[in-house]
């Protein structure tokens, strides 16, 4: 029980990290909010410290969407290391991953 409450608190952070640096992108003049829309959220929090998959499948997404390239700049390594964990963290975003990855390295 003890490691499923810190691997939540850290999968909270990694997300409450990775929502400012997008919206210090997306939002430069509230570039908190959406880090403040994900600390308000009480589901987001119960599902952060009751053991279930949300916070790993909600920090790896947030991470990934944050190491997304600039316009005509191509991913690093982190970019497929992350899409890579996402998509073993859930199955289902494997086919997400894909499409991303392919319009990333196009430089879409």
């Known amino acids: 029980m003890v490691f499923a409450l810190l ?3 850290v999968c909270l952070f990694v997300a409450l990290r990775s929502a400012l640096v ?3 992108r997306l939002c430069p003049g509230i570039a908190w909010g959406p880090a403040a829309l994900l600390l308000v959220s009480g589901p987001l929090l119960w599902g952060s410290f009751s053991g279930m998959d949300l916070p790993l499948f909600l920090a790896l ?3 990934w969407a944050a ?3 600039g ?3 191509a991913p690093g390594w982190g970019f497929f290391v992350i899409g890579l964990f ?3 963290a859930r199955p289902e975003a494997v086919f997400l991953v894909m499409v991303a ?3 990333g390295v196009r430089g879409w």
Do not use: C, N, T, V
């Open 61 to 63: 997404s947030l991470a």
């Open 101 to 103: 990855a392919l319009l």
């Open 67 to 69: 190491l997304w390239p």
């Open 71 to 73: 316009p005509g700049r």
């Open 86 to 88: 996402l998509g073993l």
């Open 22 to 24: 997008l919206g210090r």
């Open 7 to 9: 691997l939540g608190a």
